[in-house]
């Protein structure tokens, strides 16, 4: 199968797994790495309404968490007719990865979008003055 179709498939089943009981807006995510893994995500809502994440964010802690620092592509669905885009807190939390990152947005067809083109003039790890030397 096409990778993004996969992709995209990927982001469709990570949806069921939605714990989404306060919005009843249930998400899911799939991110790719350039060698091919793909990591889910879906969004984990919270009594705590202010803690809940995102899928986005699942899915792309979850890649860190396994060892992963490049990205290609991450897919998005919500189950929505209209394609679902990341919210700003994601799209930053991406960023940090690489703007080039392309966003596939689940709908018929599909919407794919640059990642840059979503957060334009990002904030980033570059805008950060250089660790300090360590003392000794
Ligand atoms: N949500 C996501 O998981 N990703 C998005 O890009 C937009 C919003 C979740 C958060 C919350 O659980 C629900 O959708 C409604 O905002």
Redesign the pocket.
Same mark, same amino acid.
């Given at each position: 199968m096409d990778p993004d179709r996969a992709l995209l498939e990927a982001a469709r089943a990570a949806r069921e797994r939605?714990y989404?009981p306060?919005?009843r807006? =249930? #998400?899911g995510?799939a991110l790719r790495t350039p060698g091919g893994r793909v990591y889910r995500?879906?969004?984990?809502?919270n009594a705590s309404f202010g803690l809940?994440?995102?899928?986005? =964010? #699942?899915a792309l802690q979850t890649a860190v968490a396994e060892g992963e620092r490049a990205f290609e592509a991450v897919a998005?669905d919500?189950g929505q007719a209209a394609p679902?885009?990341?919210?700003g807190a994601?799209r930053q939390v991406l960023a940090e990865f690489g703007v080039d990152l392309r966003v596939l947005l689940a709908a018929d067809p599909p919407v794919v979008l640059r990642l840059g083109d979503l957060l334009p003039r990002s904030f980033g790890p570059g805008d950060l003055p250089p660790p300090a030397e360590a003392r000794s």
């Open positions: 939605a989404a306060y919005s807006f =249930r #998400v995510a995500g879906c969004n984990v809502e809940t994440i995102c899928a986005e =964010r #699942v998005i919500a679902t885009p990341p919210c994601c």
